[in-house]
Every structure is written in C-alpha cells, then in structure tokens.
C-alpha cells in the first residue's frame, strides 16, 4: 500500500517519537482515568521548566536522535500558555519535516494561538471534540458547546497547519444513534472537513465516577452498530482506515500514531510519560509535584521499568500490527474455526475484517509469533 492508506510505512518504526505529557485540565471529565489534574495550574512555568530540563539531559546524556515526530498529550496541552509550551519544544531536537501535535480542547482553539504553534514548528493540532450534539456533550462532562467546535474547526482548517484531527467518543449516556449519525454528519459537511478523526468507544475505566454508575456504561451492541455506521460513513467520504480508531484521507495519518503501531521507539517527556528504547520501557513519577521536585534536585523522575523478552517483543509487534490495514505474517494467525470472518488472507498477510476490528482482542489473544525461516 502507498503513503496515505492506512498502512504502517515501510521504516516507520525506524523513526524516533519524543512524547510531552501536559497534565493541566480545566475540568476533569468523569470517564477519564488519565494522570490529569484541575487544581495545578499554579505549576504552569515550573512544569514546563522542568521539562525543557529532562528534555535536555535525554539529549546531553541519553543521546536520542532528533525526533520525526513530537506529540503533546495531555491532559490538555493547550492548557499551558503558547509561550511556555513553544519553549519545551524548543528544547526538543527535530529532524528535517518532523510532525509536531499539539491536542487541543476546541475553547482554546483560536487564530493567534494556531498561528504561534505554526511559526514554532507545530505542524497538526488534535482538537478532543467528542460530539457536536448538546445533551451528549453534558453527558460527557464535556463543558465545550458545538459551535465551539465548529469554530476551532474553521480555525484549524485556515491555520496552514499541514493536518488537523478530531477526536470524536460514542457511546455517552443518553446518545442515539441519530446523535452518533448527527455528529458525524455535522463535521464531514464542513466546508473544510477534518482530514483526520479518531473514533473511540467510551470505555469505563476502574476507579472513575463512570465506573460507579452501571446506569451510563455503554452497550457493546450499540457500541459495535455504531462503530460499523461510522466506517460506513467515512470510507463513504473518502477517509481509509488507519487503525481500528483511526481514519484519514490520503497523506494525513498522524506519524506519531503510526510509529507507536510499528513498535517504534521513543522518548516521553514529563509526568507520567512513558518511553520505548531498545527493549526497554520505563515510565516517570505520575504527579506533576513529585515531577518538578525530582528534577529540580537534580533526581530522575523515573517510576519502574521493564525489559521485555525477545519472545513478548515479538507478540506485541504481532498485537499492534493486526490493528492496522498492514496486518500480521498469515501465519500468525492460526487458521481457526473461532477466527472465521473475523480476518482475510491475502499475499501472505493477514489483515482484520471490520468484523474482526470488533473483536481485536480476541484474535490478538490467538497469535502465535511464526517460526523463523
């Protein structure tokens, strides 16, 4: 498959992704388990100093290669003022064309602000619009209206940006598939559609406040009826799937994704970051207090790691390849009765049906890593 069809690209995982977490929130959403926080904002500038360090002792000391791609996750790193944000980017060194995403919500979304991002490098913002649809939004805790999306939208698609992304959430209490079908229709009828949606299931995640209410957990009927409207309508409009959540007209995957799917290796700035190198992953401290405290006195922030063995490694490429059109060596995947439509066999790969996205997990479960040959 060429650029721009959903396949892993050919060396993607030869790049290296440096990934910035951004705790701050205005508010919490209550089916979000992420390491986030509402009442930090006072550690904007020291936060973001602290980064600009780790990032400069993984260069000095660590010596990552300049990142293909930076993405700033959060939490909501539009949270942090432009000027804070631009100057751990700074610190952050890029190869020629790098791909830098910075997630937005869409209340943050404005000319002047997409306008800084761009004359500093950033070259895709990832707007967390999750419904255009009132009573969902409430139902999500989402405090953002749609003409606010919709406005960041426009904002995005005049910004020069070289791609721009959506994310979008079914499943929220009270949502109808009209409200699924609603929000779906309302951004690919733009005038400037997104080149780019994410399309998540809304998950109840242990711990959270959706956790503790049965009433609002989502369907996994509904769940699938509405995954398969949304492939419909999307393929419908020109977009080619990605990976099982992901969608986007030729030439606008997310680098950054990509070479998370490829096993590729990385470098995660911040509090709670994790990182990818050479067989080992390890994570930092997940406050951002004990984040700043640590750098500042000169401590690693690292929390734990781990060193898989060359027999996981193998599975888990297996288990993130299957979830893009790339797929997996066809003999990875045992001919079995349980499989049946669920993947398709061609030119010795095997590569999941949409029936079989719905069910991801079951056939990752049955993978074998193939014999060398």
């Given at each position: 498959?060429?650029?721009?069809?959903?396949?892993?690209?050919?060396?993607?995982?030869?790049?290296?992704?440096?990934?910035?977490h951004?705790?701050?929130?205005?508010s919490?959403?209550d089916?979000?388990?992420?390491?986030?926080?509402?009442d930090?904002?006072?550690?904007?500038?020291?936060?973001?100093e602290?980064?600009?360090?780790?990032?400069?002792?993984?260069v000095?000391?660590e010596?990552?290669?300049?990142?293909?791609?930076?993405f700033?996750?959060?939490?909501?790193?539009?949270?942090?003022?432009?000027?804070l944000?631009?100057?751990?980017?700074?610190?952050?060194?890029r190869a020629?064309?790098a791909?830098v995403?910075?997630?937005?919500?869409?209340e943050d979304?404005?000319?002047?602000?997409?306008?800084?991002?761009?004359?500093?490098?950033v070259?895709?913002?990832?707007?967390?619009?999750?419904s255009?649809v009132p009573?969902?939004?409430?139902?999500?805790?989402r405090?953002?209206?749609?003409?606010?999306l919709?406005?960041?939208?426009?904002?995005?698609?005049?910004?020069?940006?070289?791609?721009?992304?959506?994310d979008?959430?079914?499943?929220?209490?009270?949502?109808s598939?009209?409200?699924?079908?609603?929000?779906?229709?309302?951004?690919?009828?733009l005038?400037?559609?997104?080149?780019?949606?994410?399309v998540?299931?809304?998950?109840?995640?242990?711990g959270?406040p959706l956790?503790a209410?049965p009433?609002r957990?989502?369907?996994?009927?509904?769940?699938a009826?509405?995954?398969?409207?949304?492939?419909d309508?999307?393929?419908g409009?020109?977009y080619?799937?990605?990976?099982?959540?992901?969608?986007?007209?030729?030439?606008?995957?997310?680098?950054?994704n990509?070479l998370?799917?490829?096993?590729?290796?990385?470098?995660?700035?911040?509090?709670?970051?994790?990182?990818?190198r050479q067989?080992?992953?390890?994570?930092n401290?997940?406050?951002?207090?004990?984040?700043v405290?640590?750098?500042?006195?000169?401590?690693?922030?690292?929390a734990?790691?781990?060193?898989?063995?060359?027999?996981?490694?193998?599975?888990?490429?297996?288990?993130?390849?299957?979830?893009?059109?790339?797929?997996?060596?066809e003999?990875?995947?045992?001919?079995?009765?349980?499989?049946a439509?669920?993947?398709?066999?061609?030119?010795?790969?095997?590569?999941?049906?949409?029936r079989?996205?719905?069910l991801?997990?079951?056939?990752?479960?049955?993978?074998?890593?193939?014999?060398?040959?």
């Amino acid at each position: 498959m060429g650029p721009g069809t959903g396949a892993v690209a050919a060396g993607e995982a030869g790049g290296f992704g440096v990934y910035v977490h951004v705790p701050f929130c205005r508010s919490r959403c209550d089916y979000c388990a992420f390491a986030t926080y509402v009442d930090r904002d006072h550690l904007f500038a020291d936060y973001a100093e602290a980064c600009i360090a780790e990032a400069r002792h993984a260069v000095a000391e660590e010596g990552i290669p300049p990142a293909t791609s930076v993405f700033f996750g959060g939490g909501t790193p539009s949270r942090l003022p432009p000027d804070l944000l631009l100057a751990i980017l700074d610190a952050v060194p890029r190869a020629h064309g790098a791909e830098v995403t910075v997630e937005c919500n869409p209340e943050d979304v404005t000319p002047e602000r997409l306008a800084a991002y761009r004359a500093a490098g950033v070259t895709r913002v990832s707007i967390g619009g999750q419904s255009t649809v009132p009573h969902v939004l409430a139902g999500l805790g989402r405090r953002h209206t749609p003409g606010a999306l919709v406005a960041a939208a426009a904002a995005a698609a005049g910004a020069g940006l070289a791609s721009w992304n959506v994310d979008l959430i079914m499943g929220g209490a009270g949502e109808s598939d009209e409200d699924w079908d609603r929000s779906l229709a309302d951004l690919l009828t733009l005038d400037a559609p997104p080149p780019h949606l994410s399309v998540y299931a809304l998950t109840v995640e242990p711990g959270t406040p959706l956790a503790a209410d049965p009433s609002r957990h989502p369907d996994d009927d509904v769940l699938a009826r509405r995954y398969e409207r949304a492939d419909d309508l999307l393929q419908g409009a020109g977009y080619r799937w990605e990976e099982i959540s992901n969608w986007a007209r030729p030439g606008h995957g997310c680098r950054h994704n990509r070479l998370y799917w490829a096993r590729g290796e990385y470098r995660g700035i911040g509090s709670a970051a994790h990182s990818h190198r050479q067989g080992r992953r390890w994570w930092n401290v997940r406050t951002p207090d004990r984040y700043v405290a640590r750098v500042r006195a000169g401590r690693s922030p690292q929390a734990g790691e781990e060193v898989l063995a060359p027999a996981q490694q193998a599975l888990e490429a297996l288990a993130l390849g299957l979830r893009t059109p790339a797929g997996v060596p066809e003999a990875a995947v045992p001919d079995a009765p349980e499989l049946a439509g669920l993947v398709e066999r061609r030119a010795g790969r095997a590569v999941l049906t949409r029936r079989g996205r719905l069910l991801a997990d079951a056939v990752a479960a049955r993978l074998v890593v193939p014999a060398a040959t």
